[in-house]
């Protein structure tokens, strides 16, 4: 039995991945403890065995590469869990470790764990995998960037380039600067997790609107963003959206 640790600061991203393991891998893989930061996560990994660690790159104070720097991660398969930058995301790859895109694709996430399982470590490409993920995302990491895949391509948009998300049964869209609109086969609520707490907020059961782009509350109920685009705001959430995004 392979037993894992999960690093992640959302608690709804843990909760998605020990299900996704309870289902596909539940005689194979078990959860042994759980982490929100990086300190939580060097205190896990130190009081627990553990063969497979999950690491959240981006976390609130830090990144995961400052995790590793702190462990024994000898014989430890490692799969990095991100859903911005493509930068971390070309870093893993140079560095030949392997990694899942959020939202996690059901078909992704048993690939990844499969290989984990059948892997077996050797702690001199280990090392030298990470060192050089490391470098790499350490020169590059910038603007915040999210994975959008659609059925026909993959996006990695920056943040500051959407406008809002809108969400219609389980697709949301996403009007961007730089493409007009990406649809993507996924809910608001995995979005809303997603993106950064401090820039996009939830103004109504279906949109979701970066903060940065607002420039007008009008009495008709909508945010006025730039360029003229127009989103709702519910009106049970009316002052708490004011003061939130004009304070």
């Known amino acids: 039995m392979i037993k894992a640790i999960l690093v992640d600061d959302e608690t709804y991203i843990r909760e998605k991945i020990k299900n996704k393991l309870n289902h596909f891998f539940d005689k194979e893989v078990v959860v042994v403890g759980e982490a929100a930061n990086v300190t939580e996560a060097i205190d ?53 470790l392997d990694y ?59 943040e500051e380039d959407i406008f809002y998300c809108k969400s219609e049964s389980n697709y949301t869209t996403f009007y961007t600067k730089k493409i007009d609109k990406i649809v993507v086969s996924k809910p608001i609520k995995l979005f809303e997790e997603l993106l950064s707490k401090d820039v996009f907020i939830r103004c109504h059961k279906s949109y979701l609107v970066n903060k940065n782009h607002v420039i007008q509350y009008n009495k008709q109920g909508n945010l006025i963003l730039n360029e003229e685009i127009q989103v709702p705001v519910s009106s049970r959430r009316k002052d708490y959206i004011i003061k939130e995004i004009f304070k």
Do not use: W
Request: negative net charge; charged residues 30%.
């Open 100 to 158: 899942m895109i959020k939202p996690i694709d059901d078909d992704e996430f048993k690939e990844a764990i499969q290989k984990a399982i059948q892997n077996k470590v050797k702690d001199n490409d280990l090392k030298k995998s990470i060192e050089v993920t490391k470098e790499h995302f350490s020169k590059n990491e910038k603007n915040k960037r999210i994975i959008l895949k659609t059925l026909e391509n993959i996006y990695a948009v920056n």
């Open 44 to 96: 896990c990994i130190e009081n627990n065995e553990v063969d497979l660690l999950l690491l959240d790159v981006h976390l609130k104070n830090g990144t995961s590469f400052d995790i590793l720097s702190e462990i024994d991660h000898s014989n430890l398969n490692i799969i990095f869990i991100t859903g911005f930058d493509e930068h971390a995301i070309k870093a893993i790859k140079i560095g030949a």
